[in-house]
């Protein structure tokens, strides 16, 4: 789910289910894969990260869904590739 957060959300003028969408038919179409679990590192220059859980994912394109809580100094390799 993706969830914006718009201020006519934060202000009460909207309700959850009128800002939150559904990306699981966007993914499906563009083959996207959804991974949810904490990175811990980036290596082969962004197209390998590696898991809390110790699993190493390959990838052609990379997305981090980061939440509020992301810090660019707290991943491992993370500085070099996000602006």
């Not at 699981?24 to 949810?36: D, K, N, Q």
């Not at 990175?39 to 052609?60: E, F, K, M, P, W």
């Amino acid at each position: 789910m993706y969830f914006p957060a718009p201020p006519e959300f934060l202000i009460g003028a909207r309700t959850r289910q009128d800002v939150v969408v559904d990306i699981r038919p966007f993914l499906r179409r563009r083959h996207g894969h959804f991974l949810e679990d904490r990175i811990v590192g980036i290596d082969d220059a962004g197209r390998t990260i590696l898991t809390a859980s110790g699993a190493r994912h390959g990838n052609g394109a990379l997305f981090l869904g980061t939440g509020p809580t992301f810090r660019k100094d707290t991943t491992p390799g993370t500085r070099e590739f996000i602006c």
